[in-house]
């Protein structure tokens, strides 16, 4: 058994679109207002803050015959995000947490009782990654359910299309303006 999950392409691209579209007029709104920070240094500092983000969001659950583990590209600096491993035998729950928001989310167990590792929920086949956590660690994993569902994030992307089509009126009226 080698299983790759990766992060949905769903949830990749949705976020990356908002981070577009988040920041996409900045630069020309720098020029059009004569910002003190120069376009050109606020484009690089996006693009940088792009590329950050899709590393974080390459990251990939790893399950083979030994263990689990969550690893980054290998280009991605470390010193962001950090993977993990954990063999079979040393996970001993799989524990809830409620976050701010009120979702719940899964933590890992070691027997290393001061580490608890997230169970990554972004990824595709999430069910499918479930049931194999509980063949190995026969941890029952009944109520375990993914904390985002599809219909979040097509509602979040359609509302971040809507966004870009006013970044574009933003931007076009920003280049016309100063003309």
């Known amino acids: 058994m ?20 988040l920041t996409a007029p900045l630069p020309f709104l720098s020029n059009f207002t004569h910002a003190a920070i120069p376009a050109s240094w606020l484009s690089v500092g996006l693009v940088i803050g792009f590329v950050f983000l899709y590393g974080a969001l390459s990251d990939r659950v790893l399950l083979n015959e030994q263990g689990i583990s969550l690893e980054y590209p290998r280009w991605f600096p470390t010193f962001f995000r950090k993977g993990w491993s954990l063999a079979w035998q040393d996970i ?83 280049l016309t303006l100063k003309h």
């Open 92 to 174: 001993t729950a799989l524990k809830p947490r409620i976050t701010g928001q009120g979702g719940i989310v899964y933590y890992f167990v070691s027997k290393d009782a001061d580490q608890a590792y997230l169970l990554p929920m972004r990824v595709v086949g999430f069910t499918r990654l479930v049931k194999q956590v509980e063949e190995r660690t026969g941890i029952d994993t009944r109520d375990v359910r993914s904390l985002a569902q599809p219909w979040m994030y097509l509602i979040l992307l359609v509302f971040t299309l809507l966004l870009l089509l006013m970044d574009s009126w933003t931007i076009y009226t920003a």
């Open 2 to 21: 080698n299983d790759i999950f990766y992060v949905s392409p769903l949830i990749r691209m949705t976020l990356l679109l908002l981070y577009v579209a």
